[in-house]
């Protein structure tokens, strides 16, 4: 055969057509399998693990449990009132309302009182607490935590509480100073916590409070319990659970502005910007390189493929119904499901927001890995309930490392090398998920 081939390459003609076969086959090889055209898909090195889960650690955060181990605080025998928390937004920002709201109730020795989901306005419907939450289970796992009334004495429930809106109070917000003396007169009070607040000024018995609540003491509706376990045994295994914030009112919150969107996607998120106009010219560059830009689909799969997390990975997408560009990440990553590819039925359909969010909550702590494009409320509370699991195979994507890469013009395989270090490293160290008090840091 090798006579042969010399033979023929003596020939101008069939020399010829082999170069250009030749250049044609590596042409072909090398086209890259990266959404961006420009962009190969990087080549591990021998130095480098083949996915970023094969990285390993040197830093956890483990649920350590120290609110169980000692001796607890009594609960005063007098209580100072009643408090209702009242819940706003999404499912997730509920719940990290209701666990501050049990932390605050204990720090004012006051009664619980069951939450109120506001939830009409944001979700287009009514589903209360209990409607998403075990409620005895709740009850019977804070016992001797905080006391909670599962129905008001009847001279309390005849009036409406007084409200106390601590929402945007920042900085040193004190409870005791501020909403002690309002408990103490009306004797009941509604309130939403504050955004920003100090729980390392709580004595230890509200900080163990907080901590049951939040990991202790809250599980789904044996309803919901059971459709979600449908849904997590439809998933095809083993598969990664991607939370993907690109939804028009996302990005309009985020006044920022994309090039290169459908004509379609443009004007859903113009028409839900209102007020809030991108930002332009130096403002935009500095918005965008602190990481406030979410990442687009297209970009998360540019991410994914970094990261060396290969295009046949089986994918549940954690999101709502109105994601746009979606076909940025799915002409990438082919074998993508979601909750309504997966599920039917009317007691699928007659589902909403919270109850829906709950289906993705729970999917997302029982997945094989887990990757969030926003570390917003449902990735704090997914990361942290994934830790207490002992699933450590999650990852908050750094849209301010890729922002900073793409705007020092990097692109290709350098793109994708800078942030496979950029992740490796942050992966390494166990940065990134923000876990609070309730947890301890363990070096391996």
Not at 158 to 176: A, H, N, Q, T
Not at 300 to 309: C, D, N
Request: charged content about 25%.
């Amino acid at each position: 055969m090798y006579e042969m081939i010399a033979l023929i390459v003596k020939k101008p003609l069939w020399s010829t057509l082999v170069v250009t076969f030749s250049l044609l086959l590596a042409v072909i090889c090398l086209t890259p399998s990266s959404p961006f055209s420009q962009s190969p898909v990087r080549s591990t090195s021998p130095f480098e693990e083949s996915d970023i889960w094969s990285v390993r650690r040197i830093v956890d955060w483990r649920p350590c449990k120290w609110w169980l181990q000692g001796h607890l605080t009594a609960l005063p025998v007098e209580s100072n009132g009643y408090i209702r928390v009242d819940c706003y937004g999404g499912l997730n920002q509920m719940r990290r309302d209701l666990c501050d709201g049990v932390g605050i109730a204990r720090l004012l020795n006051a009664t619980l009182v069951l939450p109120k989901f506001e939830v009409a306005a944001y979700w287009n419907e009514s589903s209360g607490f209990a409607d998403v939450f075990d409620v005895d289970y709740f009850i019977q796992r804070m016992n001797r935590f905080v006391k909670i009334a599962k129905e008001l004495p009847a001279e309390i429930a005849s009036k409406e509480p007084f409200r106390v809106d601590c929402s945007k109070r920042k900085g040193l917000f004190d409870y005791i100073e501020s909403v002690l003396p309002s408990l103490l007169e009306h004797r009941y009070i509604s309130m939403t916590p504050a955004m920003s607040q100090r729980r390392d000024r709580y004595p230890l018995y509200a900080k163990a409070a907080f901590c049951q609540a939040c990991y202790s003491a809250l599980r789904l509706t044996r309803a919901l319990e059971r459709k979600s376990s449908e849904l997590l045994l439809a998933i095809p295994k083993p598969f990664l659970s991607l939370h993907l914030r690109f939804e028009p009112d996302m990005v309009a919150y985020s006044q920022c502005k994309y090039d290169g969107l459908s004509h379609v996607s443009m004007e859903a998120i113009e028409a839900a910007r209102g007020d809030r106009k991108p930002w332009t010219g130096e403002v935009a560059r500095v918005w965008r390189n602190r990481g406030k830009c979410p990442l687009t689909p297209k970009e998360t799969a540019f991410v994914l493929q970094a990261l060396s997390i290969p295009t046949n990975t089986n994918i549940y997408l954690a999101a709502g119904d109105g994601l746009t560009e979606l076909e940025g990440l799915t002409s990438v990553y082919t074998n993508v499901v979601t909750k309504s590819t997966l599920l039917s039925g009317e007691d699928f359909t007659s589902m909403h927001g919270n109850t829906k969010a709950a289906l993705d909550y729970y999917v997302s702590i029982n997945s094989d890995s887990y990757v969030a494009t926003y570390f917003g409320n449902m990735d704090k509370m997914v990361a942290a309930i994934r830790a207490v699991k002992g699933l450590f195979k999650t990852l908050l994507l750094s849209r301010k490392a890729f922002a900073e890469f793409t705007s020092q013009g990097l692109k290709g395989k350098e793109l994708m090398d800078a942030l496979w270090k950029a992740h490796r490293d942050d992966f390494v160290m166990g940065r990134g998920s923000a876990l609070p008090a309730c947890f301890c840091e363990l070096r391996l």
